[in-house]
T-cell receptor
Framework: AQSVTQPDIHITVSEGASLELRCNYS??????LFWYVQSPGQGLQLLLK??????LVQGIKGFEAEFKRSQSSFNLRKPSVHWSDAAEYFCAVGAHDMRFGAGTRLTVKP | NAGVTQTPKFRVLKTGQSMTLLCAQDMNHEYMYWYRQDPGMGLRLIHYSVGEGTTAKGEVPDGYNVSRLKKQNFLLGLESAAPSQTSVYFC????????????FGPGTRLTVT
């Protein structure tokens, strides 16, 4: 069965510092992979997705993610974090039967 | 475009009561989904629909029913609410094709006492 693990429940970074959020997945075939962001009290917004091809994908708001099949990982990165990036981030895998990770809450220190 | 809207935004039910959550989308999307979000568990798929008149079970379907009589609407019903159904419910829609990227509504916070 497909599943997603986000090992970090909460991460704190300083504004301007780089960010990496980890995601590991289990999936039987070539996975459809996604990262979503959720601000407090809001729905989820798609940051980026991977289906095939180039393993480094660019998303909105300056985020990127790298698919590594050998490590079953799809980590999210941003070179310089802004205070407005504080939110909860979810990794997801699948098609119609999407499975989400438990989320990583990002706090940004001034 | 309003995107995906959900009605109501908040609701409190007593155990055993029934209710229906309404999801509407104005993007002409073919696929629609209902999720619940609980602390520390991410989102879990309840039911989904790949077209008008068709529905399928997701990861946690027990205690819920759905209907998709019109393409733009997807209803989630609780026939006999239980405290374990206290959650935030999100609806999402996705365009036809193999992208599977989902557009989410703002959520409905349901409390069952």
């Amino acid at each position: 069965a497909q599943s997603v693990t986000q090992p970090d429940i909460h991460i704190t970074v300083s504004e301007g510092a780089s960010l990496e959020l980890r995601c590991n997945y289990s999936y039987g075939a070539t996975p459809y992979l996604f990262w979503y962001v959720q601000s407090p009290g809001q729905g989820l917004q798609l940051l980026l997705k991977y289906f095939s091809g180039d393993t480094l994908v660019q998303g909105i708001k300056g985020f990127e993610a790298e698919f590594k099949r050998s490590q079953s990982s799809f980590n999210l990165r941003k070179p310089s974090v802004h205070w407005s990036d504080a939110a909860e981030y979810f990794c997801a895998v699948g098609a119609h039967d999407m499975r989400f990770g438990a989320g990583t809450r990002l706090t940004v220190k001034p | 475009n309003a995107g995906v809207t959900q009605t109501p935004k908040f609701r409190v039910l007593k155990t055993g009561q029934s209710m229906t959550l309404l999801c509407a989308q104005d993007m002409n999307h073919e696929y629609m989904y209902w999720y619940r979000q609980d602390p520390g568990m991410g989102l879990r798929l309840i039911h989904y629909s790949v077209g008008e008149g068709t529905t399928a079970k997701g990861e946690v379907p027990d205690g819920y029913n759905v209907s998709r009589l019109k393409k733009q609407n997807f209803l989630l019903g609780l026939e006999s609410a239980a405290p374990s159904q206290t959650s935030v419910y999100f609806c999402a829609s996705s365009p036809q094709g193999l992208t599977y990227e989902q557009y989410f509504g703002p959520g409905t916070r349901l409390t069952v006492t």
